[in-house]
């Protein structure tokens, strides 16, 4: 037991989003999160990773591994986030972006060896020094993937991953991003419109309900 | 409009800002090598320029100018950004300062933070003054109130760029993907948003530091005198009686201009290597001193730009004040006096009427080259012809406007109001340009095909809809026209020859040692002439479009 989010709700002003959410999402496994536009699921993500809004308010309780997120700082809580757009970062190479997720260490050398390696994982082998305006859509995805990773989260959060990626890379992704987040043994919550995601998460599944 | 047409528009503009400003540039540039014939110099010399040099505050004023305008661009861009850190609901505060004169809020400025002024009235029981202390703090030798000044009508100019630039960059995605990776606040903005906002304000900036290094005005107000700032100097070198100096002057102009292209090649450099180290840094991986507690500095440019409302509203106080004895507060009696004394109308009267018939020569004139941009090549009329057109914008007013002023000479053109409307048009002009560029290039084409194909001709087009649609730029236009145009003191002391006096002439000249009552009402003048017809402005279209949604939806 890793993620654990119990009688969640979020509410702007007087008009509460959805109905209490509980949720138990286990080491290594993927979460989905569906529910109509507009209902709030984006929200319930910044809400996890502690972005929410002044004008939105939460009440409830979320842990991870046991321990408290709400007093935690976003940057110090551990948790991991992947958008639709991978954001590379325009003025930073290929390789400085996942440079910039990695964590420090005194060894240059190491540093710039573990990066090569996420790159080659990604198939973006021999592309450190790439403009990242350059790559493929698929090839950013990844690249946003393993630059989250890189970081070390204890949680991952995922919103609408998949939906900028054509029919056949969406196929390809889901099983580069499943595979990682069941070798690093993290918790994920992914929310999604495609039934296609939630079933290849395999994962427990909420449909969030209007209040 | 067909293309000659187009091209005649452009020749117009040109001739009307372009040709003066080189000839002006020319002129001194020539006379600051020992060429000018009509006194007699006619052989090429650097003798200008070592006459020059040996001013004995010639370099002093060269390092306070570097010190005042470099601290002032600096701390504008710092308290910019905090301000936009902390998000909207600044524009009360900040769009007044915008409209309001450097000499005004200079004015006011000095009111409020002199050993005599309102800050020491109300420190006195608490510090137990019984006389205003005897301290430099208006006017002092390292610069400071007027980098105040400076900051405080600089911050709101680069607030309003850094909002549109941050527009254009996702920075609520790029601050939570920096702090879900770990990274604090700081961090964030220093390594991620920072290197990729500042080249989309690399411009603003430098005119801000332009500004900054060659301002006249409100350096003559808040300013050290023993050694003034560099453009002071020239200035007095200019207006001084002694034609020997015209020459050294000249070298001054050129002088100045190579000190801004200096100073911006230095703070290229410096974005340079704030680019490099960022980059570096961000391939570290660090994460440390998230929580650096930065909340103390965040009220400190919403105090600093309230001081200069504070100041304005003193300068109104002031005007009404029979007596008002230290250290009391407030005035002890209020009187009409200083505006009954009347001789204020004049020089209102010749502002306005140079106001007005610029703006009336103007606002057509940016909206025909407008037009005319729409109907000439894009490679020709964006990249080579606007920018050209705003050069006034960029130079420093005191490189070339006493060579315009001894060009007008030259064609007999002698000193009155018609030529100084001139010269404020070389900056009105351009600015009413570049306020209308953006929203007419917003502006729908998709309507005006639609009445191309109702068979409404470019003209038809012109008149029935780009007018009505510009309706609002428009009159945001002519309000800001109207305030550059309000505080125009060099153009008017220069080609006015010292004969055409306006309320901000007046008002310059009054600063020091005045009546400060009589000061008070110039100041008043200033600070609320431009508010005033920025509330006309603003209230115009909500009138006219009282019944068009969809027109009202446009206001934003």
């Given at each position: 037991?890793?993620?654990?989010?119990?009688?969640?709700?979020?509410?702007?002003?007087?008009?509460?989003?959805?109905?209490?959410?509980?949720?138990?999402?286990?080491?290594?496994?993927?979460?989905?999160?569906?529910?109509?536009?507009?209902?709030?699921?984006?929200?319930?993500?910044?809400?996890i990773?502690?972005?929410?809004?002044?004008?939105?308010?939460?009440?409830?309780?979320?842990?991870?591994?046991?321990?408290?997120?709400?007093?935690?700082?976003?940057?110090?809580?551990?948790?991991?986030?992947?958008?639709?757009?991978?954001?590379?970062?325009?003025?930073?190479?290929?390789?400085?972006?996942?440079?910039?997720?990695?964590?420090?260490?005194?060894?240059?050398?190491?540093?710039?060896?573990?990066?090569?390696?996420?790159?080659e994982?990604?198939?973006?082998?021999?592309?450190?020094?790439?403009?990242?305006?350059?790559?493929?859509?698929?090839?950013?995805?990844?690249?946003?993937?393993?630059?989250?990773?890189?970081?070390?989260?204890?949680?991952?959060?995922?919103?609408?991953?998949?939906?900028?990626?054509?029919?056949?890379?969406?196929?390809?992704?889901?099983?580069?991003?499943?595979?990682?987040?069941?070798?690093?043994?993290?918790?994920?919550?992914?929310?999604?419109?495609?039934?296609?995601?939630?079933?290849?998460?395999?994962?427990?599944?909420?449909?969030?309900?209007?209040? | 409009?067909?293309?000659?047409?187009?091209?005649?528009?452009?020749?117009?503009?040109?001739?009307?800002?372009l040709?003066?400003?080189?000839?002006?540039?020319?002129?001194?540039?020539?006379?600051?090598?020992?060429?000018?014939?009509?006194?007699?110099?006619?052989?090429?010399?650097?003798?200008?320029y070592?006459?020059?040099?040996?001013?004995?505050?010639?370099?002093?004023?060269?390092?306070?100018?570097?010190?005042?305008?470099?601290?002032?661009?600096?701390?504008?861009?710092?308290?910019?950004?905090?301000?936009?850190?902390?998000?909207?609901?600044?524009?009360?505060?900040?769009?007044?300062?915008?409209?309001i004169?450097?000499?005004?809020?200079?004015?006011g400025?000095?009111?409020?933070?002199?050993?005599?002024?309102?800050?020491?009235?109300?420190?006195?029981?608490?510090?137990?003054?019984h006389?205003?202390?005897?301290?430099?703090?208006?006017?002092?030798?390292?610069?400071?109130?007027?980098?105040?000044?400076?900051?405080?009508?600089?911050?709101p100019?680069?607030?309003?760029?850094?909002?549109?630039?941050?527009?254009?960059?996702?920075?609520?995605?790029?601050?939570?993907?920096?702090?879900?990776?770990?990274?604090?606040?700081?961090?964030?903005?220093?390594?991620?948003?920072?290197?990729?906002?500042?080249?989309?304000?690399?411009?603003?900036?430098?005119?801000?530091?332009?500004?900054?290094?060659?301002?006249?005005?409100?350096?003559?107000?808040?300013?050290?005198?023993?050694?003034?700032?560099?453009?002071?100097?020239?200035?007095?070198?200019?207006?001084?009686?002694?034609?020997?100096?015209?020459?050294?002057?000249?070298?001054?102009?050129?002088?100045?201009?190579?000190?801004?292209?200096?100073?911006?090649?230095g703070?290229?450099?410096?974005?340079?290597?704030?680019?490099?180290?960022?980059?570096?840094?961000?391939?570290?991986?660090?994460?440390?001193?998230?929580?650096?507690?930065?909340?103390?500095?965040?009220?400190?440019?919403?105090?600093?730009?309230?001081?200069?409302?504070?100041?304005?509203?003193?300068?109104?106080?002031?005007?009404?004040?029979?007596?008002?004895?230290?250290?009391?507060?407030?005035?002890?009696?209020?009187?009409?006096?200083?505006?009954?004394?009347?001789?204020?109308?004049?020089?209102?009267?010749?502002?306005?009427?140079?106001?007005?018939?610029?703006?009336?020569?103007?606002?057509?004139?940016?909206?025909?080259?407008?037009?005319?941009?729409?109907?000439?090549?894009?490679?020709?009329?964006?990249?080579?012809?606007?920018?050209?057109?705003?050069?006034?914008?960029?130079?420093?007013q005191?490189?070339?406007?006493?060579?315009?002023?001894?060009?007008?000479?030259?064609?007999?053109?002698?000193?009155?109001?018609?030529?100084?409307?001139?010269?404020?048009l070389?900056?009105?002009?351009?600015?009413?340009?570049?306020?209308?560029?953006?929203?007419?290039?917003?502006?729908?084409?998709?309507?005006?095909?639609?009445?191309?194909?109702?068979?409404?001709?470019?003209?038809?087009?012109?008149?029935?809809?780009?007018l009505?649609?510009?309706?609002?730029?428009?009159?945001?236009?002519?309000?800001?026209?109207?305030?550059?145009?309000?505080?125009?003191?060099?153009?008017t002391?220069?080609?006015g020859?010292?004969?055409?006096?306006?309320?901000?002439t007046?008002?310059?000249?009054?600063?020091?040692?005045?009546?400060?009552?009589?000061?008070?009402?110039?100041?008043?003048?200033?600070?609320?002439?431009p508010?005033?017809?920025?509330?006309?402005?603003?209230?115009?279209?909500?009138?006219?479009?009282?019944?068009?949604?969809?027109?009202?939806?446009?206001?934003?």
């Amino acid at each position: 037991m890793s993620l654990k989010i119990t009688e969640l709700s979020l509410s702007i002003g007087d008009r509460r989003l959805f109905q209490p959410l509980s949720l138990i999402v286990a080491r290594g496994e993927v979460a989905t999160i569906m529910g109509p536009s507009g209902i709030g699921k984006s929200t319930l993500l910044t809400a996890i990773a502690g972005h929410l809004d002044p004008s939105v308010t939460a009440t409830g309780h979320m842990t991870l591994e046991g321990q408290d997120l709400a007093p935690l700082a976003p940057e110090t809580r551990g948790v991991g986030m992947i958008f639709q757009d991978p954001c590379l970062f325009p003025h930073l190479s290929l390789g400085n972006n996942l440079a910039f997720g990695l964590r420090p260490s005194a060894d240059r050398a190491a540093r710039r060896a573990g990066i090569e390696a996420a790159l080659e994982t990604a198939g973006l082998a021999g592309l450190y020094e790439a403009d990242p305006d350059t790559l493929s859509g698929g090839q950013k995805s990844r690249a946003s993937l393993m630059r989250s990773l890189l970081a070390e989260p204890r949680a991952l959060l995922m919103d609408e991953p998949f939906s900028a990626l054509d029919m056949e890379l969406r196929e390809e992704m889901r099983r580069f991003v499943f595979a990682h987040i069941r070798a690093r043994n993290i918790p994920a919550v992914m929310v999604t419109h495609d039934p296609a995601d939630a079933e290849a998460a395999n994962g427990p599944c909420c449909q969030l309900q209007r209040d | 409009m067909g293309r000659g047409a187009s091209i005649g528009v452009f020749s117009a503009a040109a001739a009307l800002v372009l040709v003066p400003i080189i000839a002006g540039f020319a002129i001194g540039l020539a006379a600051s090598l020992g060429v000018f014939p009509a006194i007699g110099a006619d052989h090429l010399t650097f003798a200008p320029y070592h006459r020059l040099m040996a001013v004995p505050e010639f370099w002093g004023a060269l390092g306070l100018s570097l010190q005042t305008g470099g601290v002032a661009t600096a701390l504008s861009l710092l308290f910019a950004l905090i301000f936009v850190t902390q998000g909207g609901g600044e524009s009360r505060i900040l769009a007044p300062l915008l409209a309001i004169p450097h000499a005004a809020i200079a004015l006011g400025l000095a009111f409020l933070i002199a050993p005599s002024g309102w800050i020491m009235r109300a420190l006195a029981p608490l510090l137990g003054f019984h006389r205003p202390p005897d301290l430099a703090l208006v006017n002092d030798p390292a610069g400071f109130a007027l980098i105040l000044g400076l900051v405080i009508k600089e911050t709101p100019f680069l607030v309003i760029a850094i909002a549109s630039a941050m527009a254009q960059l996702p920075v609520t995605r790029t601050r939570q993907i920096g702090a879900s990776l770990g990274y604090g606040t700081l961090r964030i903005w220093a390594l991620l948003i920072l290197p990729q906002l500042y080249p989309l304000i690399r411009m603003p900036v430098m005119v801000v530091l332009a500004y900054g290094l060659s301002v006249v005005d409100m350096a003559l107000i808040l300013g050290p005198n023993a050694p003034p700032t560099f453009a002071v100097l020239i200035t007095r070198l200019f207006i001084a009686p002694d034609l020997t100096l015209l020459l050294p002057a000249f070298a001054g102009a050129m002088v100045q201009i190579a000190l801004i292209a200096l100073a911006c090649l230095g703070l290229w450099l410096c974005e340079r290597g704030f680019m490099r180290l960022a980059k570096a840094e961000a391939r570290m991986g660090r994460r440390g001193g998230t929580r650096i507690p930065l909340s103390w500095i965040r009220p400190l440019p919403r105090g600093i730009m309230g001081l200069g409302l504070i100041g304005v509203a003193g300068l109104l106080l002031w005007s009404i004040t029979w007596r008002w004895v230290w250290p009391d507060v407030f005035p002890q009696s209020l009187s009409l006096g200083a505006w009954q004394g009347g001789d204020w109308r004049a020089p209102l009267q010749t502002s306005l009427k140079i106001a007005v018939i610029s703006l009336i020569i103007a606002t057509p004139l940016a909206l025909l080259t407008l037009e005319a941009v729409d109907h000439l090549p894009n490679k020709l009329a964006k990249p080579i012809l606007l920018p050209l057109i705003y050069t006034p914008l960029v130079m420093p007013q005191i490189g070339f406007l006493y060579g315009v002023n001894l060009a007008a000479l030259k064609l007999g053109i002698t000193a009155g109001v018609a030529p100084v409307i001139w010269a404020h048009l070389l900056f009105v002009y351009p600015y009413i340009l570049l306020m209308l560029h953006d929203p007419w290039r917003a502006m729908d084409r998709r309507v005006l095909k639609m009445a191309a194909a109702l068979g409404a001709g470019p003209w038809r087009q012109f008149f029935a809809l780009k007018l009505p649609l510009m309706l609002r730029a428009i009159m945001v236009a002519i309000a800001v026209g109207f305030a550059v145009s309000i505080a125009q003191y060099l153009p008017t002391l220069f080609i006015g020859g010292g004969r055409v006096t306006t309320i901000t002439t007046e008002a310059v000249t009054l600063a020091s040692g005045g009546d400060r009552r009589i000061t008070g009402v110039y100041g008043s003048l200033q600070a609320t002439l431009p508010l005033l017809v920025y509330l006309i402005a603003f209230l115009t279209p909500r009138y006219v479009w009282r019944n068009r949604r969809a027109m009202q939806a446009r206001v934003t």
